[in-house]
């Protein structure tokens, strides 16, 4: 037990790289480690229990290469999949000692993001350095579709909203958003795709409401608001963190939350409150972002840039902060974050905000 | 962009809409509105029987629809009342088959078009009677096009390729007999199309040429280029002028699948991303691939290259952890060739010996 209340785990010569609260027990949390800061070596899954003693290492298993991602699946309480750096997609069940219960070796490069689907829970996807989304079903043994982004994909995930809707983010600076419903055609099945550092100069003709777009930066992680179904919050190399609204996907982002002092690794929305995110980022911080919308309503005319502000800092990771995530029950607040400083933190959000 | 907001859409879908539209309806309607004289729907007109000899001389194939001769005669007459003195003409106006709007556009046209020859005068009319009606058929290209109209464009697009470029052929040769008096109308000029393909043509080669050097070139100019025929263009081709210029296009520049999904590839790329260059991790070249250089690949410098620009990147920092951060101290060591990368560890290039704390019991098998 750590200082402030909070709660402290080492993952001994592994380098933190994702947490995942279990969406089924409010005392189980997936940690995906690597070997030498994922540069070479092996990976480790951590499958951790929190308890009257601290966290504990419940089970763990190891993996030849390392591990970027971990997801839980939505459908079966034990089971976790895991992202790795030889471009395999592994499934483990934790009743299970050892080995994956599942491996799928499709991808080219190293798989940097896994995601379960929140609605169609008999599917998750997967997204890889070699420029593609590729969308699973548990019980087969190949991949059910592969999604095209053309450049290094860092992100994806699903609407929790629909059962067909995926998301990414790439290298390329562009968010993706793919409805699978829509035919298959040459756009396979891409209906938005939006430039996060900004579209070209602008004004709506209110004075001071200028847009600027920047330069190009690599886009690290996405997260879709888990109230406002059309709202996605964003970030990257440029460390800002923006939100942007997909019926008007062009029109440049919502909101624009600038204070990272490095690239933002991962970004959060809270599972409690629609207007609150978590970001973990290379300046070794975690921060909790109100993005503005409930101040200022969404949509006004004449806002074109809501004024988000940081509203609290989490600074006792030493070492780049590369994973974070909300904890979906008990009070809200509590959340959990994973460093390269070999640390799982789980921490009360309302503890360290300014007051 | 704009089909973005809008879903995805393909080609064939736009062309579906056009070639759907059904003018039965419209004819319908219009036809089964009988004169009022008549008591019965079911009994046969008052004129049933007047048009039965032209239509047999039609059936028999005297009739120069397709008659070059015919239509230059037509434009060139200048007697418009000639015409309608005929007997059978007086019939077919009192037969009321149209509104009153269409018939006196009707007949505004015919003080250009009025037919002096009664062999064709049914087919005049006729052309005439639907191009009064058609107020989007361009007018000089005479009664050709409303009858391709007529036809619909999916019978144009079945069987239409050489023949739709000939009757733009045609047209040119009318309009150079046209005359004087014929009001000008610059909006559909046969010259004036006849070098817009001639643009259309000489940008489209051009455009193969450059996209045989670089296909973000090609996509750039694709505008006038057959091969980057968009979902947007083919929305809004509306009038028949304009489908037989696209579908003469098509037929002179076959296209490689581009239009329905050859180019799958570029098509979604570079929607968004035309002379946008790849950053970041884009430009690291694939390990796997094995049209890089095997020392390029293989580079031992590498690593300590970008640990070194990575050092410089924090340089500026002023935090403490930086200072402190073993990833940094490993950057350093990389930068510095103490440590390297040797198989699947960090190996201390002095000693030999593997870097980094153990970590408690790893038993790789998975």
Redesign the interface.
Known sequence: MAANGMLEFQ????NGYAVKYSPFFDDRIAVATS???G????G?LYICKMGMNGIEAEKW????DALYDVAWSEIHENQAVVASGDGSV?LFDINLN???IQ?WQEH??EVYSVAWNLVAKDTFASSS??GTIKIWNPHRPASVLTL?T???T?STAWSPHSPSVISSVT????LRVF?LR??A?????????V?VHGVAPRTNGVPGAEMYSSQ???CLSHDWNKYRPETIATAG?DTIIRTFDLRN??GGPLAQLAGH??AVRKVAWSPHLSDILLSASY??TCRVWSDGSKTQPVGQPNAMVAQGREIGRMSRH???CTGIDWCLFGSEGWCASVS??KKLLVWDVRAIMRQ | ?AD??C????ALQNFQKQSNVDRTLQQDRLISRQSPSQGFRSSPGPNSGALDPEFQAFQAGRLPLGSQQGFNLSHHNQNPQQGLDGPWANDFKRLQLFSQQPILEQTAHQSHHAPNLQSSGWAQDYQQMQGGQRETVPQQMGGYSAYQSFQGPSRMRQYGGPMISGAIASGNSMSQHQAPEMPQEPAFDDAAFAKAFEDAFADAAQADQEQASSQQQSLATGQGSTTAFSADELGRISTEAEYQSFFQTLDAHPMPGSV??GS??D???D???IN?E?????I?H???DKTYPQSEREDPTE?SRTAGHLLDV?SE?N?D??A????MQ?MRQLRDREVE?A????VDTKTGHKI?????G?????
């Open positions: 993952t001994p010569g592994m070997q030498n800061f540069l070479v070596g092996n480790r298993f190891d993996t030849q592994k050892e080995f994956p491996a080219r490069r350095w070699d095209p053309h450049s290094c860092y290298s390329d600076s562009h409805d829509t035919p055609s040459s756009s396979n099945h891409l209906v938005h795709l430039p190009p930066s690599e190399v996907a062009m002092d490095y300046d070794m030493t070492e780049f390269w400083d | 962009m973005n907001l879903g995805p859409s393909n329905l999904g799958v590839k098509y979604t790329r929607k968004g991303l946008q790849p950053i970041g991790a884009d690291i694939d390990p796997t690593l924090v920092s935090n952890k930086f402190n951060s073993q990833f490993l990368v198989g699947r560890d960090m980094g704390e153990e970590s408690e790893i038993q790789v098998q998975a």
